[in-house]
């Protein structure tokens, strides 16, 4: 099993036994210990969408033990992302997991799991709430609190001892007189002092200065922006711009490192692909990608990288184009199907499941009819999501000839995350019993339908799980029945997507 999978198990497994076992202190405190351990060896981002759990882009099967469980409580607490930093607290985790185990119905409105995680000021976790394009920080790491919020510059001068430093001077005058006829010139003061930090290569202070400024931006005046751009175009030649996205994998900096790669648009977005292409650790490459997904132009440099001669370079752009669903890619993504390296192909696969468009389908067809086993389970799980609506065909296609009955419980789940109207008439399909003789359903596939059912929820899958309660097959009659209780419980969640 694979760290991302570990991780997420950990974390699932803990929550749940708050939450479904008070009484068990030995376990949840080997549990939480178990998480500890495996915080410490690095950072880990998890993101909930469309009902699917990723950590760290990698997507986790709904086998593992408890991660239904986690996806429930994200999706209860109406949480999209949780950024665990390496070397996480025992407390912090703590805090966490006890707020992700609580019962949502429970908690008075707004006292979800970011409110619990911030009042209750963990160090290093932070929390984006669904719907919400903000992270919502709670207490930052040390190295990374009093520049992140807002514009004061008061922390990052005392963290680098430069209190009583040129820098510091420039930029309080500049926090004291953002616009007006003297900005240009409180600008050029910045310019100048970051031009000298970049020449000692302290590159570290020279970004959270850059950062200071790319905020007075944002809020300056229109009559004002000509100046900051002149002063933000001297603060950043080209020969600093791979210097800084260097620092993308380290959690001090990243969050100003990613402010002031975006701001230079294609270039940051090539650094970074660069320093991709040559990543010395997997944790660095995982970091890089984690830039790479808060970019927001240039990705047509990933496109072109599709043709790197080293296969591992080639791989970590599939899963970045897949993350992203880059639909540009999708031709480009098309050829890389039949590249020599399999971990490629494989990446290539789930890159077009993914992206789940009627171009992408169409390329899936040889890869879900003749591919491996192993290969059309990942494709499989990899889709979810009404973008995903061009692939419910194929999907009912391949499980209507798939002896595999594990393939066939990947078919239906994919099915039920898509939710569409047509995924719905197939899984309500699938679930009934069929011929008196000829063409009877196995009891398994039609539990799977069920599964599936349950995964899309809404009006039209909850009046076949009625019917299916009334089943004469008694494994299949429990089933809906459970399905029923569990989205009744669920409330107008179950409910949550228009599926006509």
């Not at 699932?12 to 009484?23: D, H, K, N």
């Not at 100046?227 to 600093?240: D, E, F, N, Q, V």
């Not at 975006?262 to 984690?290: E, F, I, P």
């Not at 789930?350 to 390329?363: F, M, R, S």
Request: aromatic share 2%.
């Amino acid at each position: 099993m694979v760290h991302h999978e570990v991780i997420a198990m950990a974390v699932a497994r803990t929550a749940e036994l708050v939450r479904t076992s008070p009484g068990a202190r030995e376990e949840q405190t080997a549990a939480l210990r178990c998480l500890v351990a495996l915080s410490s060896l690095g950072s880990n981002v998890f993101r909930l969408e469309d009902g699917v759990l990723s950590v760290d882009g990698a997507q986790i099967p709904h086998g593992i033990p408890a991660v239904g469980g986690l996806i429930a409580q994200m999706r209860a607490h109406a949480i999209a992302e949780i950024g665990i930093t390496q070397g996480s607290s025992t407390q912090d985790l703590l805090d966490v997991v006890l707020a992700l185990a609580a019962d949502a119905t429970s908690v008075p409105a707004g006292a979800g799991v970011e409110r619990t995680t911030r009042d209750s000021g963990t160090k290093t976790v932070r929390v984006v709430r669904a719907g919400s394009g903000d992270t919502v920080p709670t207490r930052r790491p040390p190295a990374v609190a009093g520049v992140v919020d807002g514009v004061s510059i008061r922390g990052a001068i005392e963290q680098e001892a430069l209190r009583d430093s040129p820098l510091a001077a420039a930029l309080r005058a500049l926090e004291a007189q953002p616009a007006g006829p003297v900005v240009l010139n409180r600008l050029s003061d910045v310019a100048a002092q970051v031009a000298l930090l970049v020449e000692e290569g302290k590159i570290e202070i020279a970004v959270r200065a850059i950062a200071i400024v790319l905020r007075h931006e944002a809020s300056a005046p229109e009559t004002a922006r000509s100046s900051y751009a002149i002063a933000i175009k001297r603060m950043l030649p080209p020969g600093t711009v791979e210097e800084i996205a260097r620092l993308a994998p380290d959690q001090r900096y990243a969050g100003d490192v990613i402010r002031v790669l975006q701001r230079l648009g294609s270039d940051g977005t090539g650094a970074l692909l660069r320093l991709l292409a040559t990543a010395d650790t997997t944790g660095n490459g995982r970091m890089y990608m984690n830039a790479l997904r808060e970019m927001r132009e240039g990705l047509h440099l990933a496109v072109e990288m599709l043709a790197h001669k080293q296969w591992f370079v080639v791989r970590n752009v599939c899963e970045l184009l897949g993350e992203l669903r880059v639909i540009d890619a999708v031709p480009a993504l098309a050829e890389v199907l039949d590249h020599a390296e399999p971990r490629v192909r494989r990446s290539a696969a789930v890159a077009l499941a993914k992206i789940g468009t009627p171009a992408a389908a169409l390329h899936l067809r040889k890869t879900m009819k003749e591919g491996a086993p192993e290969i059309r389970g990942l494709v499989a799980g990899a889709i979810g999501g009404r973008a995903s609506g061009a692939l419910a065909m194929p999907l009912v296609v391949a499980a209507d000839t798939e002896e595999n009955p594990d393939l066939v419980r990947e078919y239906y789940q994919a099915l039920g995350r898509i939710g569409s109207a047509d995924a719905i008439r197939a899984l309500a399909e699938a679930a009934q019993p069929g011929g008196r003789l000829l063409n009877r359903r196995q009891t398994d596939s039609r539990l799977a339908a069920v599964e599936g059912l349950t995964i899309a929820g809404g009006p039209a899958a909850i009046k076949t799980l009625e019917g299916l309660a009334e089943d004469g097959d008694r494994a299949v009659r429990e089933s809906a029945g459970k399905a029923l209780e569990k989205l009744r419980r669920s409330g107008p969640e179950a409910d949550r997507r228009p599926r006509q």
